[in-house]
């Protein structure tokens, strides 16, 4: 199983970012991928969770109404899209696989994710 995270870079506060992630090596409808954030010294911040089993979303407080989840199974590809971004976001993104549907219980829980993309930073400017 490979997972491969892209599209990060610099943009100005209140911009705008795609990230994309791309699994391999398994059915891509039978997982949930999510996203994560980790900036120098701190551990990974979940960002959001998408089942491909049934297409249900989870956000993290900050982000909701500013980041979407989105997915084209033809390219194995899930899709984190960043709105109204804020320079508190600049990290770096990593997406990541488990095989079990996002759950609002643990969907934060690193723990409950077993493959991991390389990451990717996302710099936002003030």
């Known amino acids: 199983v490979q997972l491969q995270a892209s599209g990060g870079g610099l943009v100005q506060t209140g911009g705008s970012l795609r990230l994309s992630c791309v699994v391999s090596g398994l059915s891509f409808g039978d997982i949930a991928v999510g996203w994560f954030r980790q900036t120098p010294g701190k551990g990974r911040e979940a960002v959001s969770c998408?089942?491909?089993?049934?297409?249900?979303?989870y956000f993290a407080d900050n982000v909701k109404g500013r980041f979407t989840v989105s997915s084209d199974n033809a390219m194995n590809t899930v899709y984190l899209s960043m709105t109204d971004l804020k320079p508190e976001d600049t990290a770096v993104y990593y997406c990541?696989?488990?095989?079990?549907?996002?759950?609002?219980?643990?969907?934060?829980?690193?723990?409950?994710?077993?493959?991991w993309g390389q990451g990717t930073l996302v710099t936002v400017s003030s």
């Open positions: 990541a696989h488990s095989e079990w549907p996002c759950s609002s219980s643990y969907f934060y829980n690193v723990a409950y994710y077993d493959y």
């Open positions: 998408l089942s491909m089993y049934d297409g249900s979303t």
